[in-house]
């Protein structure tokens, strides 16, 4: 199966910062999606961006899907944004970034 | 508003029992998924549908089934719970895969299985 890498694993960030997740796959991929898995465990869908950049407010996603690759900008980070960040294609997930936001 | 339901929230059930886990859609949509999370797994696919009828092995099917009799509904039947299968399982759809799809999901059942 086609393998998801995402980084960093971890990310901690004062409020008020910007962040960029990665999310690298194995293989080209159609039906690339962003979610988001707040504390309670229910997940967000945040992009659904087999290409090119969306934006959403404080967030935007990039995929270059030539290169099977795809980036998760958050800039001006709350503590509502903690979590977990998964890309995915449906069938396989990355393990996730887990970003806390600190007051 | 459409929505997604999954039941129960939370199972407790014995090694070896049958155990089904419901999934509701109220999108119409014709794509169907279950996955499981675990640690340091992230999320796994399970099985998952395209219509009526439609099924299809994900990564992690073996001691799995579902049916799909409906377009609203695809349960998710554990033959023989085993311990191995405590975990939290989401069930997720989406509508044919094209400009602005995008999966919606439950909100997870827990299962222990002792």
């Known amino acids: 199966g086609i393998q998801v890498e995402q980084s960093p694993p971890d990310l901690i960030l004062q409020e008020g910062a910007n962040s960029t997740l990665r999310c690298n796959f194995s293989d080209s991929v159609n039906n690339l999606q962003w979610f988001h898995q707040n504390p309670w465990g229910q997940l967000i869908n945040l992009f659904y961006i087999p290409s090119g950049t969306k934006q959403n407010g404080r967030l935007s996603a990039t995929t270059v899907a030539t290169e099977r690759y795809s980036l998760l900008y958050i800039s001006s980070s709350q503590t509502t944004d903690s979590g977990v960040y998964f890309c995915s294609n449906q069938f396989y997930f990355g393990t996730g970034t887990s970003l806390t936001v600190i007051p | 508003d459409a929505e997604i339901t999954q039941s129960p929230r939370h199972k407790i059930t014995e090694t070896g029992r049958q155990v089904t886990l419901a999934c509701h859609q109220t999108?119409?949509?014709?794509?169907m998924f279950w996955y499981r999370q675990d640690l340091g797994h992230g999320l796994r696919l399970i099985h998952y549908?395209?219509?009526?009828?439609?099924?299809n092995k994900g990564e992690v099917s073996d001691g799995y089934s579902v049916s799909r009799s409906n377009t609203e509904d695809l349960p998710l039947t554990l033959e023989s719970a085993a311990s191995s299968q405590t975990s939290v399982y989401f069930c997720?759809?989406?509508?044919?895969?094209?400009?602005?799809?995008?999966?919606?999901f439950g909100q997870g059942t827990r299962l222990t299985v002792v």
């Open positions: 997720a759809s989406s509508e044919v895969p094209g400009p602005g799809t995008e999966a919606f």
């Open positions: 549908s395209y219509g009526v009828h439609d099924t």
């Open positions: 999108w119409n949509h014709n794509n």
